[in-house]
């Protein structure tokens, strides 16, 4: 990237679970991307406890890494089954 690019959003949001139905809006995931994003954000279930488990996206904190005088940022989600009371969602 050059020195001049800005992302003022990339740890907004990181360790929580994103929706389906809000990572477009919250990331700007882009309408060109080559596969379809998983829909079943709604779906939840019990665990043996009595807690419920929902779908969605986990936001990872990006990864900077440095080559030569070029920087590189990735930021990584991860699609899953996640406990309501160990994960914020948004």
């Not at 998983?38 to 990872?60: C, I, M, N, T, V």
């Amino acid at each position: 990237m050059t020195s001049k690019y800005d992302v003022p959003d990339a740890l907004t949001n990181c360790g929580k679970i994103i929706t389906a139905a809000s990572i477009n809006a919250l990331e700007g995931i882009p309408s060109t991307i080559l596969f379809n994003l998983p829909s079943d954000y709604a779906s939840g279930r019990g665990d043996e406890l009595g807690a419920q488990l929902f779908h969605g996206w986990l936001k990872k904190y990006p990864n900077v890494t440095q080559q030569g005088g070029e920087w590189s940022i990735s930021q990584e989600f991860e699609w899953g089954l996640w406990h309501e009371n160990l994960y914020e969602f948004v």
